[in-house]
């Protein structure tokens, strides 16, 4: 995804005198993953995540991603089962690795490469994107794509900052998106 970039040892010493304060640690976490379906075994996952209590920025970042209403989301269901149209429920792999660049005004962010990365010891991995753990990564995945949506002509709902619409010309509803971190639900009339 190029969220990140591998940083050589050699390169990396010379980073670590200078930025200290620039560098956090991270861990892998590991769970069983429920799947869906009667006697559907779990599955194991592993996830890298950087540390964010650690994050030299955190006093000044910007953190709250919207998430929607219960009622929000049933009203949204209630619009596409009466408009009849077919609903795909989504879920972005990977999000918060596919924002937009990191853009830290004090620089970069680096970390600690942490066991189960099997890098050459000595290596630093810089931030190049938002990471899981990353206090500001769900706002900034949250910016991406309503970004995003914006280009393609959507419009974010007066009173649900989560639920995002698509008109044509003549003010027919078209499109709907409604976004709760990295899961979407979208529906949208046959001709979309």
Known sequence: ????????????????????????????????????????EPLPKSRWCVRGHQDPDSEDLHVYAPTPQTESIMVTLQIISSLRWDLEVADAKNAFCQSDPLHRPK?????????????EPGSLIELVAPVYGLNDAPVLWHRTLTNWL??????????????????????????????EVDDLIFAADSNY
């Open 150 to 179: 914006s280009e393609e002509g959507f419009e974010k709902n007066l009173l649900e900052p989560c639920l995002w619409s698509k008109r044509d010309r003549g003010g027919d509803l078209q499109a709907l998106v409604l976004l």
């Open 107 to 119: 620089g970069a962010i680096y970390c600690e490469p942490c066991e189960g990365l099997y890098l």
């Open 1 to 40: 995804s190029r969220a990140v970039r591998i940083i050589a040892p050699k390169e990396a010493t010379p980073i670590r005198r200078r930025f200290p304060d620039r560098i956090i640690s991270s861990r892998m976490v590991r769970r069983l993953k429920p799947q869906e379906g009667v006697g559907s």
